[in-house]
């Protein structure tokens, strides 16, 4: 068993099915050395984990595992177009907040993600990053977690 995966056995986390596409459009795709992941929502068991408003319905730290499990969705992703142990490192995550007005904790929710992704690939877990308040999310969902990831081949 290569790192990534002994990391996710020891952090107990299993990498979940990928999940399917809610419009027209891949999961990941891989140009070059360079693996794409769609955004990706809190999904688990073909079900949307929470609806709602960071900073009205959803508290932030709640919405700091929901980012967490995007992020273990993405991984599904990558491991279904490269796998995991392809990977060279995550080069960048973006992540979108449905926030409720006045709600300035973006960042502190995305590190969710950020963190995942460091305790699963370590130093080269470490990425430039974005942290987004928008309006609205497809489905109404609280947080979505997209990342580009460098790989061999």
Partial sequence: MSEPYEKL?????????????VA?????????????VSGQLPMADGKLLATGKVG?????????????????????????????DKVVRIVKVVGFVASAPGF???PGVIN???ELFGAVFGEAGKHA???VGVGELPLGSPVE?????????
């Fill in 56 to 84: 009205a319905e959803i508290s932030a730290e709640q919405a700091k595992e929901l980012a967490a499990r995007c992020a273990l969705n993405g991984l599904a992703a990558l491991e279904w177009l490269v796998g995991l």
């Fill in 129 to 131: 990053r974005s942290a």
């Fill in 145 to 153: 977690v997209e990342l580009i990831a460098e790989v061999r081949d």
């Fill in 112 to 114: 969710g993600a950020s």
């Fill in 24 to 36: 027209a459009y891949v999961p990941a795709l891989r140009s070059g050395n360079h693996v794409y």
């Fill in 104 to 106: 300035t904790g973006q």
């Fill in 9 to 21: 056995a020891e952090l107990g986390l299993k990498l979940p099915e990928v999940v399917p596409p």
